[in-house]
């Protein structure tokens, strides 16, 4: 059989239904015929520029919230690197004629990565079908053309409006869960101490990741830990502070860090959700400058030493918290460092990467800290966050704690 050749541009430019290539920043770099003509803007009017810059979400209708959906279905492709299929969205367009007159539009978007050579996506195909006629009748100005379909239409958009609805509920929620269960940044006696919180794209602001900064009883002492419990939302904000809260309390009487974890893995055992829980907790004693700590199935905490060198404290490491049905003494390692350090604790979602050894996102973070290691705790915590989570967020949670020494 002859191979035919094929000029796919023309067939792009062809194609009947509308679709537009973006760029990760959410730059049109290209849109097809029928992309042009179902818009109602000319090809100049969109090619270079950001999509909600063309199309903005309507001021005088809140409930045409389909800029909203679509900018977070495109980050969750940029994060994810998988397709995202979108439920109808009502999301009206502003006459390019007459400026502040909107038309109700209703539309059916698809968005698929194109990984480049890399790996990342490099384009993202946002393919768009305008179902405004299956939405709402027109009286006196045509039909819908299958009754039933639109019927369907109809009740999966008012099934919509109420997830909307239930999602802003548990939304107000989640951040008054957050602001109860996590501490705020703080001083830590005369240390300064920055901390982070991302959760993951997509997802509610919380999640299973937690972090905490505790004085410790007798002498100059405090302990710091994080860590991560297994899913997002509020079911996992549930398991985490009742950790978090275990951890604290433990950390508080417990003669070391190994101690306070075997107390909170036989809690754990009892937890519903808990299954799987890491942590990582640190002893810090700032009068004979020496860092004691254990982990149970964490990523290593990072000690930044003044003149650059990093040291990973992977030498306490044990299963996760509810591993170990009986109780089994956890081990726990010491290590020195000299004033003006930087101690560095975080859960997995800075460093782990779908299709990446977690070894190369423990070599990228050793190296921010490296070229970073002169700037205050605040600075340094969002360099990091800015140079090792992805343009479009996480797939998995983030926490972290940034300690001058």
């Known amino acids: 059989m002859t191979q ?150 109809r009740e999966l958009q008012e099934l919509n409006n109420r997830l909307r609805q239930a999602h802003a509920r548990e939304r107000e929620v989640a951040l008054a869960l957050q602001e109860a269960m996590l501490p705020a940044r703080r001083q830590v006696g005369h240390h300064r101490a920055a901390v982070r919180y991302r959760p993951a794209a997509g997802a509610l602001n919380v999640c299973g990741d937690w972090y905490d900064l505790v004085d410790l009883v007798g002498g100059h002492r405090i302990d710091v830990s994080v860590g991560d419990v297994v899913g997002h939302g509020l079911a996992a904000a549930g398991v985490m502070g009742q950790l978090r809260s275990a951890l604290t309390a433990a950390s508080r009487v417990a003669d070391g860090p190994a101690q306070a974890l075997n107390v909170v893995g036989r809690y754990a055992h009892v937890v519903d959700g808990a299954e799987s829980a890491t942590a990582v907790t640190t002893f810090i004693d700032f009068d004979r400058h020496t860092i004691t700590y254990s982990s149970a199935g964490h990523p290593p905490p990072v000690l930044l030493h003044r003149g650059g060198r990093v040291e990973f404290l992977d030498r306490a490491t044990d299963p996760p918290l509810d591993a170990q049905p009986d109780p089994v003494p956890r081990p726990e390692a010491t290590t020195g460092f000299a004033p003006g350090a930087t101690l560095v604790l975080y859960t997995d979602g800075l460093v782990e990467r779908r299709r990446e050894d977690i070894d190369t996102g423990l070599m990228r973070l050793a190296e921010a800290l490296r070229r970073h290691r002169t700037q205050d705790p605040e600075t340094l915590a969002d360099i990091v966050l800015l140079e090792l989570l992805p343009p479009g967020g996480a797939t998995d949670d983030t926490a972290l704690v940034v300690v001058r020494l």
């Open 4 to 153: 035919v050749p094929i000029d796919y541009a023309a067939v792009y430019r062809a194609l009947p239904g509308m679709v537009a290539l973006l760029t990760p920043e959410l730059v049109y770099a290209d849109v097809n015929e029928a992309f042009v003509r179902g818009s109602g803007r000319a090809r100049e009017d969109l090619v270079g520029r950001c999509l909600f810059d063309v199309f903005p979400d309507n001021p005088g209708a809140p409930e045409s919230t389909g800029a909203h959906q679509l900018r977070a279905s495109l980050l969750r492709v940029l994060s994810t690197g998988e397709r995202d299929t979108m439920a109808v969205q009502r999301y009206d367009i502003e006459s390019p004629e007459h400026s502040g007159h909107w038309e109700e539009r209703y539309w059916s978007p698809v968005n698929t990565p194109v990984p480049g050579p890399d790996g990342r996506t490099a384009l993202i195909v946002h393919r768009v079908e305008e179902v405004t006629e299956l939405i709402r009748f027109r009286d006196g100005r045509g039909r819908t053309p299958d009754a039933e379909l639109y019927a369907r239409a």
